[in-house]
């Protein structure tokens, strides 16, 4: 074996995906890395991998012996070159694309020794994910994460499709733009020429699209890299991607119209499933009454019923102090043993989901019921909350209780748990929906102001701006979230186009006039130069791509993601500078 130096070579004739039977007999070269060895008394078999796929290679010792020594001299993931004749297997595998053929190989040439790979390079793989985090080069040698791209990929080409068929212009916006006070923390870049002055990392392009609607582009979009420096995980990363779109002299109707049918488009080419029906709506009060989240995952029910009135005042103190009472029902659940419902309440005690504890009441199938709090109430009243909570002989009804918003969000936890435990979370199941109708403002205690539930630009329902002055807390806001499954893939909104809106928005957030031109200045000036009626949305891109991959987590949909600190595990980001560089940058740390 050598390594080839030889620039002409031809490195391949075909891939490691693409012989089939019709090609027996052909001379062919091929190129990739090994992905295992066997030997077999006079034989060995050799699987080379590319980006294709797997092609076996066959070397026969009574043939070649000095050949086959030098196959059995490789080693795992080293790149090589063969020369060979297509054969027909005599052992064919159908779990391969190529099972049909093998190469009968007459050359190999070592192109790169490698290394003992840190882990084995598998579907099903020993490596921690720190492990495989730090070798990511590796990690995206495996058939998972290549499918995760190429659907990736697919997905990105797919949504440029529509969207340049609906008549939008791809068009790229800043990455380096002012720092902004609302949303998440800003990631901050200094600069060298200006000195004490900083550049940000955009959270979005909000600003420039709609810059770009008064600049007459009427229909925009890009793949938008994003930065956020925010707490992360699973469906977070401090840089991530939005299919980002803005659309001028449309209302509401429109853009959803536009982006339902992207959704159903892809639905149809990557997942071969035809949804004709349009997608439900509901209000932000209605998921949050009936789900306890702005993102209900609708594909089955157990909706939370609010047993607020039927079971306070009757001595039980937890319930009798607390703000709200509520429960869900668990079809079929009254054979749970008191080992499962001890589970059920350790996992609403976790500290991220803040439950006390527990209340459940079993509605046998001989028309009993048995509960955890039968001494404090009678089977007319544990009747009642059945009846209340729609529950039937055999169910179960499982309680929470406390202050109203982390009860809801409590049970909101306890019911996907309860979806993943009774397999109603189907994996291929599609349930979109649209959710509107949101507050426009909400109070931040801390800070005793108002801050925009989505951001300071987002228009006020037309029919409550009457209310903007005197009770802004009851004003809906011109918005909407697309939800898929209990993932939040998207949101957007109706936009401020009139300056004197725009200004009264901005004070209700506590910007004086000079705070709102210090910041704001270039928008609301442009919006004095007739600015269209205009509004968008951004959809999540890394969390569509996860979402339609059956994935959990996007960094598995992410060529080089953060791990759950922010951390580049593979290139060591971020890490300290120079002091040269910080001179430059006319930076100094305090001890």
Aim: glycine letters at 10%; charged letters at 30%; proline letters at 4%.
């Amino acid at each position: 074996m050598y390594f080839c130096q030889n620039f002409s070579v031809m490195y391949r004739t075909h891939n490691c995906g693409e012989l089939r039977l019709d090609d027996a007999g052909e001379k062919v070269t091929l190129s990739g890395w090994i992905q295992r060895s066997r030997d077999l008394g006079g034989m060995t078999f050799v699987d080379l991998r590319d980006r294709y796929g797997i092609t076996q290679l066959v070397f026969n010792m009574d043939q070649d012996a000095a050949l086959c020594q030098e196959a059995r001299n490789l080693g795992r993931e080293d790149v090589v070159r063969v020369e060979g004749i297509v054969r027909e297997r005599s052992n064919k595998n159908k779990n391969l694309v190529t099972g049909d053929i093998e190469i009968e190989v007459q050359k190999i040439e070592l192109l790169s020794k490698s290394a003992l790979p840190p882990f084995t390079i598998e579907e099903e793989t020993d490596g921690g994910d720190e492990l495989r985090m730090k070798y990511r080069y590796l990690d995206l040698r495996r058939e998972p994460l290549k499918k995760n791209l190429i659907l990736r990929h697919r997905m990105a080409q797919e949504i440029r499709k529509y969207l340049d068929k609906e008549g939008f212009l791809e068009i790229e916006t800043p990455a380096l733009i002012r720092s902004t006070p609302e949303g998440a923390r800003d990631f901050v870049v200094p600069s060298r020429l200006h000195k004490a002055q900083f550049y940000a990392l955009p959270q979005s392009p909000q600003i420039f699209k709609q810059l770009l609607m008064i600049g007459g582009y009427d229909k925009y979009f890009q793949l938008a890299k994003c930065f956020r420096d925010e707490d992360l995980r699973a469906d977070r990363q401090p840089e991530f991607t939005q299919v980002d779109c803005e659309m001028s002299f449309v209302e509401k109707e429109d853009v959803m119209r536009v982006f339902e049918g992207l959704i159903k488009y892809l639905l149809e080419t990557i997942q071969g499933i035809h949804y004709k029906d349009e997608f439900p709506r509901m209000t932000y009060g209605e998921a949050m009454e009936k789900y306890g989240t702005d993102k209900p995952d609708i594909r089955f029910g157990m909706e939370i019923h609010d047993l607020t009135g039927e079971a306070r005042g009757r001595g039980f103190r937890v319930f009798d102090t607390a703000g709200f009472i509520g429960g869900i029902c668990v079809p079929g659940g009254a054979g749970y043993s008191r080992k499962q419902l001890d589970q059920l309440t350790d996992f609403v005690r976790r500290p991220q989901i803040g439950a006390g504890g527990m209340v459940y009441v079993k509605f046998l199938g001989d028309g009993s019921v048995k509960s955890s709090v039968d001494k404090f109430f009678d089977a007319s009243d544990l009747m009642m909350w059945g009846e209340r909570a729609g529950t039937c002989k055999g169910d179960l009804l499982l309680i929470l209780s406390g202050e109203k918003q982390g009860t809801l969000f409590a049970l909101s936890e306890l019911r996907l748990e309860m979806g993943n435990r009774l397999d109603m979370r189907k994996e291929g199941v599609f349930a979109p929906l649209w959710v509107v109708d949101f507050p426009l403002l909400e109070w931040n205690e801390e800070e005793k102001r108002y801050q925009a539930m989505h951001h300071p630009f987002t228009s006020p329902l037309p029919e409550d701006l009457p209310l903007l002055k005197d009770h802004p807390e009851k004003v809906r806001a011109n918005a909407y979230d697309l939800v898929i499954n209990g993932v939040e893939i998207g949101g957007g909104s109706v936009r401020i186009h009139d300056t004197e809106l725009q200004g009264r928005m901005l004070s209700l957030l506590g910007f004086t006039p000079e705070q709102a031109a210090s910041q704001f200045g270039f928008l609301l000036e442009a919006l004095r130069f007739g600015a269209p009626p205009h509004g968008g949305i951004a959809l999540g891109f890394d969390r569509l791509v996860a979402l339609f991959g059956g994935g959990e987590s996007i960094r598995d949909y992410i060529a080089f993601p953060k791990n759950n600190a922010g951390r580049d595990m593979m290139a060591d980001a971020p890490n300290f500078i120079s002091q040269k560089q910080l001179n430059e940058l006319h930076l100094r740390f305090r001890e």
